[in-house]
């Protein structure tokens, strides 16, 4: 889970139309419809995926974090002393924290993220527990060029770190313009570590979408009251469904927000009709194998610097170097 490119095909029709009205009611308005998944991080929206992170179903985080502790030496040492690490869409801090703690000479941290309020609270504990280290937050969408401040650029070398397996939420395309926009921000001689999910078992997969609690269902489902309080929406929650499946043949996870009847919403005062069972895609889910990563990063200039694995082969933290 996390964010995806913004499928953009018309143009803002008023400098007073958000980015984010101009892409729902295109998602919306499209067959089939969709939102992109990046919006799914207001407030409370990112306050739920720290919850769907501690669930017992949901393997990616427990798994990236064990990686992390188990080989973060390893990993630290493609880091090297003043470099800048520069975190694409970082929420919490919590596997930063690792590489922080097993990298102590870096000259900044640089935590990326579309939800400016989150990484400003993290960055307030982070200079607390690591008072030596210059940590400059950038409220920005990762998936469009961004500049990084002037103690990053003048940092011997920049380091990305795109944990989380956010690989897997953009379509391949747009993972690799992902990976192309990356390495225009970090330059010359980078290197960008990435946590991806790798190929499993439909019924873990299954099982980590759709958790007993509930909680994945309220994440989703939260986006529909974003769209209602910053958009003038008027969706019923209770007349939509969570639904989240494996799709086996594209190695994907989607999820959608299903009508459980034919109504009609308005949405920045445009009539949006929905069928009985029709459905917003809201986010899919790549996974990947480590040889299938490795060739969509070399498509694009990264060349592959290691990979490892937790215990059970559920989740990949892999390292790329930019080519000259």
């Not at 799914?40 to 502790?69: H, K, M, N, V, W």
């Not at 009985?276 to 694009?300: F, P």
Request: proline share 5%; net charge negative; charged share 25%.
């Amino acid at each position: 889970m996390v964010a995806a490119v913004a499928r953009r095909h018309v143009s803002l029709q008023s400098p007073h139309v958000s980015e984010f009205e101009a892409d729902v009611l295109e998602g919306l308005r499209a067959t089939p419809k969709h939102v992109p998944a990046k919006y799914f991080y207001d407030a409370a929206g990112s306050q739920l995926f720290e919850r769907i992170t501690e669930l017992p179903e949901y393997y990616p985080t427990r798994c990236e974090i064990s990686i992390l502790r188990s080989h973060g030496a390893d990993i630290a040492k493609l880091i090297p002393p003043g470099a800048a690490l520069v975190e694409f869409g970082s929420g919490s801090s919590k596997k930063a924290r690792i590489l922080l703690s097993a990298a102590p000479k870096l000259a900044a941290y640089v935590p990326v993220d579309i939800c400016g309020e989150m990484i400003e609270q993290e960055a307030v504990e982070l200079r607390t527990d690591f008072p030596d280290l210059k940590v400059l937050p950038v409220t920005a969408d990762i998936c469009k060029p961004f500049e990084l401040p002037e103690e990053a650029r003048d940092a011997a070398v920049r380091i990305g770190f795109f944990p989380g397996s956010t690989i897997g939420n953009f379509e391949p395309h747009e993972a690799s313009a992902f990976l192309r926009n990356a390495a225009n921000i970090l330059g010359r001689g980078s290197t960008i570590i990435i946590g991806a999910d790798l190929i499993k078992s439909a019924d873990v997969l299954n099982a980590a979408y759709n958790d007993a609690e509930g909680i994945t269902a309220q994440f989703n489902l939260n986006l529909l009251t974003r769209i209602n309080r910053e958009l003038g929406g008027t969706f019923q929650l209770q007349t939509f469904e969570h639904h989240a499946f494996y799709n086996r043949e594209r190695h994907r996870v989607e999820m959608h927000l299903a009508s459980l009847k034919r109504q009609k919403v308005k949405v920045a005062g445009e009539t949006i009709e929905f069928r009985t069972g029709e459905t917003i895609q809201t986010e899919n889910s790549y996974k990947y194998s480590v040889e299938s990563l490795s060739a969509l990063a070399r498509g694009v200039g990264w060349f592959p610097l290691g990979a490892w694995t937790d215990t059970s082969k559920f989740f990949s933290i892999q390292a790329f170097k930019l080519g000259m």
